[in-house]
């Protein structure tokens, strides 16, 4: 590969500081020049890098062009701190993959999907989950239209301080359970920062929408050592005008769990739930996954 899509995020973060930097500095030259290489990249992400049977972007590209199909979280660099491709449907169909559980655990998301061949839980790059990246994911979520899924990723990421020293955020994971790399850094800055901007430039900088139902969001709460087992909320689709939310899970075959709606409305019918009961602040569907010897999807219609 020539070129990876983590360095491309961070290139064009870069020039769109740039862009911003220059004009304040009345420098319309330079201003100019950030403009046209922003123009050229984003046109070459939306070309060469996307690929619309997966909705992700490449992890690489060669000289001739060629992607690198590999799917995994290197492009939450772009579409946190980077600013996104240019293209708000691609970006947004690309960050909806990241909720998947073969990226996302409780302890944080892996580099790599453990679906993949190169995928080894043990590996440094090709399988751990490091603090570090999981904060462009939740980053990248809250400002592509995921909160749901950006705070799930964000919990994820909390719990894990104080895993290895009083305080300190390690720098690494293994990938099929909640317990520190062997070689991890138990106070690693560079992971340090991983709570603090998704809080700051992600979920604070939520404009308040009211609704008439929301869905209140997962918490995941593993034990050490404990294996990926959090039901994941991977979509959320309202329609107000045919009053129903759709939501779409992901839970382990086999498994009960329970998703919380928060409403004032005295009744509501739940497509998709083995029961629902009504609770002090709405209601509680209970979802039951089958079929399959790992995680399943299920979609749950609310309709009201």
């Known amino acids: 590969m020539t070129k990876d899509i983590y360095v491309q995020g961070f290139w064009l973060g870069g020039l769109r500081a740039m862009a911003v930097a220059a004009k304040d500095m009345k420098d319309a030259s330079l201003a100019e020049d950030a403009a046209e290489r922003l123009s050229k990249a984003t046109a070459s992400l939306q070309l060469h890098w996307w690929n619309p049977d997966g909705r992700n972007f490449a992890f690489g590209v060669n000289a001739e062009g060629e992607r690198a199909e590999m799917a995994g979280i290197w492009s939450a660099v772009l579409l946190s701190v980077g600013g996104g491709s240019g293209d708000a449907a691609k970006d947004v169909g690309a960050v909806k993959r990241f909720a998947q559980p073969d990226l996302a655990t409780d302890w944080g998301h892996r580099w790599i999907s453990n679906k993949s061949p190169l995928y080894d839980p043990l590996s440094y790059n090709n399988g751990t989950?490091?603090?570090?990246?999981?904060?462009?994911?939740?980053?990248?979520?809250?400002?592509?239209?995921?909160?749901?899924?950006?705070y799930q990723s964000l919990m994820s990421l909390a719990q894990l301080v104080g895993a290895q020293v009083p305080g300190g955020m390690p720098e690494h994971m293994v990938g099929n359970r909640n317990e520190p790399g062997a070689r991890s850094v138990p106070r690693q800055l560079f992971s340090s920062w991983c709570l603090i901007t998704p809080v700051v430039r992600g979920m604070l900088a939520q404009a308040s929408k009211k609704a008439p139902i929301s869905i209140v969001p997962i918490k995941p709460t593993p034990e050490r050592g404990a294996a990926n087992t959090s039901m994941k909320i991977l979509d959320v689709a309202q329609d107000?005008?045919?009053?129903?939310?759709?939501?779409?899970?992901?839970?382990?075959?086999?498994?009960?769990?329970?998703?919380?709606?928060?409403?004032?409305?005295?009744?509501?019918?739940?497509?998709?739930?083995?029961?629902?009961?009504?609770?002090?602040?709405?209601?509680?569907?209970?979802?039951?996954?089958?079929?399959?010897?790992?995680?399943?999807?299920?979609?749950?219609?609310?309709?009201?």
């Open 129 to 150: 989950a490091w603090p570090f990246a999981g904060g462009f994911v939740a980053w990248a979520q809250y400002l592509n239209g995921q909160p749901l899924a950006g």
């Open 240 to 304: 107000e005008g045919a009053r129903r939310v759709t939501v779409h899970l992901a839970g382990l075959a086999g498994r009960v769990y329970e998703l919380e709606i928060a409403t004032q409305l005295p009744q509501v019918r739940a497509e998709g739930a083995r029961k629902i009961r009504k609770t002090a602040r709405g209601f509680t569907l209970e979802i039951a996954f089958e079929g399959g010897n790992d995680y399943v999807e299920k979609t749950v219609v609310l309709q009201y």
